[in-house]
């Protein structure tokens, strides 16, 4: 009997364990003998590692919620990586390439990470703008042009705020997502805390019980 319910309680745990566990493998152009690393970024923990052969790679890891993870490869020079975000029990297929890794990369079998990578790309719309202003305001400090230069500055930070409004309509409308309490702490020191705090306590329970809805009200 003692056997039958160890055999049984093993059983189980096999079985939650693989309910909670992702799988990421791809392919990689250019990259052959090198390894790619599986990363929670916000900690800096590593989940997995392994040696890419022939350009292909597998890992896997244990979650039991959404979390935005990371992708990495070292270069000659530099570190690479690709962010997204995964759910527990997601078998994910990445592609890329060696010298575009973070450029190229892309995401299959994933909805959650697909409407991530779309609320992403509205934000990087502001911070390309912003960015282009940015060029123009030090090209007029270089031309000593100080109301140009203040012109500027305004406007920046008009598409400062147009982006966290943006954010903040998001998390508010969709209490119910847990791209919702993602972006209100990625952006946290961004936000208003009395706007934050609304926005904590606009999300669903369950919303408020995730490690990025802890993280809103506690350090």
């Not at 990421?24 to 152009?29: D, H, L, N, V």
């Not at 450029?103 to 390309?128: A, Q, V």
């Amino acid at each position: 009997m003692k056997k039958k319910l160890i055999i049984i309680f093993a059983i189980l745990c096999s079985c939650l364990s693989d309910k909670d566990e992702i799988n990421i493998s791809g392919e990689i152009k250019g990259l052959n003998n090198s390894f790619i690393f599986l990363i929670q970024p916000d900690s800096n923990t590593l989940l997995d590692s392994s040696k890419v052969v022939n350009e292909k790679f597998n890992l896997t890891a244990h979650i039991n919620e959404p979390l935005e993870l990371a992708l990495k490869i070292q270069s000659k020079d530099s570190e690479k990586s690709f962010s997204f975000i995964s759910e527990p029990s997601a078998k994910i297929i990445f592609t890329s390439s060696k010298e575009k890794f973070e450029f190229n990369g892309e995401i299959e079998n994933s909805e959650l990470n697909y409407e991530f990578e779309k609320l992403n790309s509205h934000i990087n719309r502001y911070n390309d703008i912003d960015l282009q202003m940015l060029e123009q305001q030090i090209q007029a400090s270089i031309e000593n042009n100080k109301k140009k230069f203040d012109s500027l500055n305004e406007e920046r930070l008009k598409i400062d705020q147009k982006k966290i409004l943006f954010i903040v309509n998001y998390c508010l409308n969709n209490n119910s997502n847990i791209l919702s309490p993602y972006f209100a702490y990625k952006y946290k020191n961004n936000i208003n805390l009395s706007i934050l705090e609304n926005i904590y306590q606009n999300l669903s329970l369950e919303m408020k019980e995730t490690y990025y809805g802890s993280k809103l009200i506690n350090p």
